[in-house]
DNA sequence: TGGGTCATGTAACCTGTTACATGATTAG
DNA sequence: CTAATCATGTAACAGGTTACATGACCCA
């Protein structure tokens, strides 16, 4: 997958791995993350397989570098990856894998933890976005159509942001119903928690 | 972060490799996937850890198993895990990678792409959930606390399919308007993509 | 003279995936 | 008899992370 966003950016024209470390970290940084020494590995086994070209180009006032382009091969292996069927799911959430296991430690950290979440919105951000997606845009406009391919994965970033803020809130009410009810059984009431449809 | 889930779950009770898998495959399998593989390989190293033991269980009927119980060294890493401050962000979405390249193909096999994706809910089986609910929901009757955050990650993950819906609605609707601005760029238009909010 | 940007990588390690391998019991 | 469930793993490879290493040029 790394490789194929790799593959994409070059087919927009040719880029050193230093570029396309820049490019990765304003535009796709929002839905992969890629280390530099990952990218030059995957530069290397890319031009292995004859998907990319590389020139070595000489520059004055800077270092030279290596500019990658696409091969007729590369952009058939792109178009392939574009149309095929089945994208892994790749589901990883390591604050649901916390949430799960949360029970394990006071109620009040716990809505320490989801108040904290909720005001720095996981997803990227949002500062740096505006800027970044008025670059993006503008370069962009050389090529129209692709400006609405963009814009679609920013309106994701943006929607995800927001249900995540809605869903710290419901979890903050929830929490503060738990607390509620851990301070009434104190005064010896029975204990139930109640599974019926609250519709989140 | 694989090896806390598992730590987790052996928190609340000794576990086999093999019940650890199938745990795993209905509660924990929304947010996080592991093969038996990876599941067995990890015990190994968090036995070398000193985090779990292992014994010997003979079954009549069954095959032996190996059962793994936490030791106080493991629980004072899982309360350390849960406390620590920095989640990894893990943002991978392997289907905003395809979109954001999507511009390549036709924007009649784009649309039908997001139809797709709108139909099939890519976060995990809705059908499944409702069993799979019910039944964690009685086991955690015994400490009813502990249903509560569960509940939290399975509120996650509507609220997510319901965005991710929603998001999808929003694509096939932008790519619908540039499909009808390219047929006019036919009769002979100006081209230009308007960028303005149009807050998604 | 010190920090930022431009530029390229290697090495070791950890995590995740795919494929393979084995074998008993039980329910249809 | 056959498929599912129970049960345990190994090996190889792919993908991701962390740490290290180097060096020139430019601006303050």
């Known amino acids: 997958m ?14 050193s791995g230093y570029e396309i470390m820049t490019v990765f970290r304003d535009s796709l940084n929002h839905f992969w993350t890629a280390q530099t020494s990952q990218i030059y590995r995957e530069l290397q086994t890319m031009e292995k397989a004859g998907w990319i070209s590389e020139t070595h180009v000489a520059q ?3 270092p030279d570098k290596n500019v990658f382009s696409i091969t007729p091969a590369g952009r058939d292996e ?4 574009l149309r095929e ?7 990883r959430l390591p604050f649901l894998m916390k949430t799960f296991f949360m029970g394990e430690l006071p109620v009040e950290e716990n809505i320490a933890f989801f108040r904290a979440m909720r005001d720095e919105h996981v997803f990227p951000d949002e500062g740096k976005k505006a800027s970044s997606d008025a670059e993006m845009y503008r370069k962009a ?16 970033g943006q929607m995800y942001e927001k249900m ?14 738990l607390q509620r009810m851990k301070s009434a059984q104190g005064q010896g009431s029975a204990v139930t928690v109640d599974i019926e449809e609250e519709e989140p």
Request: aromatic letters at 12%.
């Open 141 to 156: 406009m050389k090529d129209p159509e692709k400006a609405v391919y963009w814009k679609l994965t920013i309106a994701f």
């Open 78 to 81: 792109l178009l392939r990856w």
């Open 164 to 177: 995540q803020r809605e869903w710290c809130e419901y979890c903050i009410g929830e929490l503060e119903a």
């Open 85 to 91: 069927g089945d994208l892994p799911a790749n589901t």
């Open 2 to 15: 790394l490789k194929h966003g790799i593959l994409g950016l070059i087919s927009y024209g040719s880029l």
């Open 60 to 62: 004055t006032g800077k």
